[in-house]
């Protein structure tokens, strides 16, 4: 059987705190059935030590790309797919960490015994909570974890989530990101299913990461999140993006309700947060850029 070859690729500013535990996690994978050709790190503007770390490791397969002008991930991630050479691209941020050593192995096996499958997901886990807006996050993030398996199986645009995804090259050098995109990871779920490719959602392929530790990050998360719809529907057609982002009530009732039981002053608190998110949302979604306000707290996962 052939081995797929395949290409790494992040792009990344100011992610000195944790591209060190990225790179190893990604270095100690076993390579069964695929040969990793290549992990390309693009920083795009860093003002740390992001790309210095990255070269510092004693590895040929690191491409350090720097870039001293921010100009947003949206542009960064359509050089990743223009330049890429590889049989199967897997894309990633740079604060996460995968958690076992056939993450890659089982992100990717959708896309090599099926033709049919452009695009897959894999399954973001939070790391255990410091602060207690942290701890309100995970719970919010608790009650959704379930739409990724219970909604068609789990393929849907809920698992689309950009800390882990894999693509085929046929379909990625299809993808243009639009300049002012604001969610890439639903952009390219979109584009897998207009270009008449399927998704496929992998639970098994884990990807450690840290959610927003304050009340002023989870704001400026959070209003990205919500706005993502809106910004779908420029492009592509208003039923398609309904449909995907529809949730059953009595799925959201029953997962929500679970969290309130267990956690009610944390649910009562994020509940609010959230609120306020999606109402700034409505207001801010035409201002939002593909450079967006980082939040920095979820880049140290230790």
Known sequence: MKNFSVTVAISALNEAHNIAAFLRSVLSQKEEGFVLEKILIISDGSTDQTAELARNFNSDKIEVREYHERIGKSSRLNEIYKDLQSDILVQSDADVVLAHTMVIHDLIAPLISDQRIGMCGGHPKPVPA????????????????????????????????????????????????????????AFTYFSCLDKGFAYRYVKAAVVLFRSPQTFREQIKQNTRFEAAPARMNKY????????EYHIPFNIFLKNAL??????????GYIFLVNAYCRFRAFFMEKRLTAKWQMAYTTKRLD
């Open 236 to 243: 592509f057609s208003a039923e398609l993006v309904k449909r």
């Open 130 to 185: 410091i602060t207690f807006t942290e701890k309100a996050v995970n719970c919010t993030f608790a009650a959704y974890e379930p739409f990724r398996s219970l909604i068609r199986g789990g393929d849907n645009v809920f698992s689309a989530d950009g800390r882990l995804l894999a693509f085929r090259r046929e379909l990625i050098k299809q993808v243009n990101v639009p300049i002012d995109m604001i969610a890439n990871d």
């Open 258 to 267: 679970k969290q309130i039981v267990r956690h009610p002053v944390l649910c």
